[in-house]
């Protein structure tokens, strides 16, 4: 049988490991911070006939420039941005890989801060792009004095700011990004995939566009707009960096039914993101709940709860999967995370974690 060692694959692509998180069906599913609230019917019905009407159309190749949809994330933003800032793609994957195909490439370098999100390597590697990472503070806290050293230590091409990160959930400040953007020579990408489950009030990066004509920010509908099934990206950004992506991205990326359900989900903003609220109130409830069981949860901005504590994190994983609950094993030893779910699922989660408390009476 063939393996890749007998292909004539890329040198720096050996022995990689390709993206992946356990695909199993349990009845609690909370591993890869999915918005596990459905979409409400009425938008659901919206959606299809939207999509219907684009299948009608399906013999002519689609808006290349998805004009109405950029006008409807302009609209969805705010902050005086204009269409022409926006850009989107197949998840925000497909948008950060666009940025590093147009601002990486060989001889060039990204920057991130690790642990962080693990397809950043990827999307890097994939581009042939140098991926270098930093160290962070204590509980994973990133602070400008320590983001902007390892800026001037690296100089690299492009930085990659995952805001909250992923995967400790940790919020990043302002200052921290603005520092970063002041000193960074290269492209410098803050990733707010989950920046609507940050606490009511928090300032987006989208507030430091003017004047930084390098400063990029990047969204996905996957997360409070329950539509990671629709694979669907944006990023802001200046005119001019959005029109490099252009010289990138694939004729026709986004496909007429991508664009008509986007514009649907779009269309109905304020009700597909009504459970945001209940989201973080579940997330809450896992963190006060670990706390008191003797788990040391961080402190999160997203949907999700990194957890320490564990003694043994892959028998828990496992314990937990033979009860039909899946959580996320993350590499960092000693902590688990979870995706704050419905509250059924909250419940649950947290009446299997009782058995592993090291508060646990009798323990």
């Known amino acids: 049988m063939t393996s890749l060692d007998d292909l004539p694959i890329r040198d720096d692509l050996r022995g990689r490991v390709p993206y992946g998180a356990p695909q199993q069906a349990v009845p609690v599913a909370l591993n890869v911070n999915e918005n596990t609230h459905p979409i409400p019917e009425d938008v659901a019905h919206d959606i299809v006939a939207r999509v219907a009407a684009a299948i009608l159309r399906l013999n002519r190749y689609p808006d290349r420039e998805f004009t109405e949809l950029r006008a409807a994330l302009a609209d969805y933003l705010g902050h005086e941005l204009a269409p022409e800032q926006l850009w989107a793609a197949n998840g925000s994957n497909e948008v950060l890989q666009h940025v590093l195909q147009a601002f990486g490439g060989p001889g060039r370098s990204a920057l991130g801060f690790a642990p962080t999100y693990s397809m950043y390597g990827l999307l ?27 800026v001037r230590e690296h100089d690299p091409d492009v930085v990659l700011l995952c805001a909250p990160n992923n995967p400790t959930g940790t919020p990043l400040s302002l200052d921290t990004v603005r520092a970063v953007a002041d000193v960074a020579r290269g492209i410098v990408v803050v990733d707010e995939a989950y920046i609507e489950f940050a606490e009511p009030g928090t300032p987006s990066a989208l507030t430091l566009l003017g004047g930084r004509p390098r400063l990029l920010v990047s969204r996905t509908m996957s997360k409070a707009f329950a539509f990671a099934g629709a694979r669907v990206g944006y990023l802001a950004g200046d005119p001019a960096a959005v029109d490099a992506l252009r010289l990138v991205r694939l004729p026709y990326h986004l496909s007429a039914l991508t664009q008509a359900a986007a514009l649907g989900a779009l269309a109905h903003a304020d009700e597909m993101l009504a459970m945001v609220d209940e989201i973080r109130h579940q997330r809450e409830r896992i963190s006060i709940e670990l706390a008191r069981l003797g788990f040391d949860p961080y402190r ?4 999700f709860v990194l957890f320490g504590g564990v003694d043994d994190p892959h028998a828990v994983f496992q314990a937990l999967l033979e009860r039909g609950i899946l959580i996320r094993e993350i590499g960092i030893p000693g902590h688990l995370r979870v995706t ?16 592993f408390a090291p508060n646990r009476i009798g323990a």
């Open 300 to 303: 999160s901005g997203a949907n």
């Open 124 to 150: 890097a590697a994939g581009t042939g792009t140098e991926w270098i990472t930093a160290g962070r503070d204590d509980a994973f806290e990133l602070s400008p004095a320590t983001a902007v050293a390892a």
């Open 340 to 355: 704050a779910g419905t509250e059924a699922e909250t419940t649950a989660f947290l009446e299997a974690m009782a058995v």
